[in-house]
């Protein structure tokens, strides 16, 4: 069945969000089939986001996501792309709806507490990245 990938970024870890953000993922009908704690380099956050390197944001955007600990993981569902991607909810979380992610969770557009993959190929790029075959349930 369809998955997705996310990451709970440095603010909502610092924060202490994980356990909530992962209770609200679950009850929206995802299951986790791979999680841990990891921390992105400079480099791999450069990596990551390197569609945005011509933008002004994409220094500090990587300082950033190369902060400090996060968590990654791997999440199941039917339609898991969309269907995750509106549960976290707009990119600018002044913008974002009543009882998705970022609405609760965010502190700014920067620091906007989750990621979630925006198609299937990247979903299974990103999570190959993170996971070995053994780490998945
Ligand atoms: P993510 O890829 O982190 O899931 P997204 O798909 O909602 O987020 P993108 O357009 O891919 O949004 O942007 C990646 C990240 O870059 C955003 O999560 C946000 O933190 C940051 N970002 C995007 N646009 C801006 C901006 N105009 N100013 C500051 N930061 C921005």
């Not at 990451?7 to 953000?21: L, Q, S, T």
């Not at 791999?44 to 994409?58: D, G, L, T």
């Not at 791997?74 to 009543?98: C, H, Y």
């Not at 990103?126 to 998945?136: L, N, V």
């Amino acid at each position: 069945s369809d998955r997705t990938f996310t990451m709970i970024k440095p603010d909502a870890v610092a924060n202490g969000y994980i356990g909530a953000i992962l209770a609200k993922i679950n009850k929206a009908g995802f299951r986790i089939v791979a999680m841990k704690y990891t921390k992105l380099t400079k480099d791999q956050a450069m990596k990551f986001y390197e569609v945005h390197q011509e933008r002004p944001f994409y220094g500090d955007l990587t300082d950033f996501m190369s902060s400090g600990t996060i968590v990654a993981a791997i999440l199941e569902k039917d339609n898991a792309v969309a269907d995750f991607r509106k549960l976290i909810g707009a990119t600018n979380p002044a913008e974002a709806e009543e009882g998705t992610i970022r609405k609760e969770f965010a502190e700014s557009m920067s620091r906007n507490a989750v990621h979630g993959s925006d198609s299937d190929e990247n979903a299974c790029i990103e999570g190959a990245y993170h996971f070995s075959g053994t780490e998945i349930f």
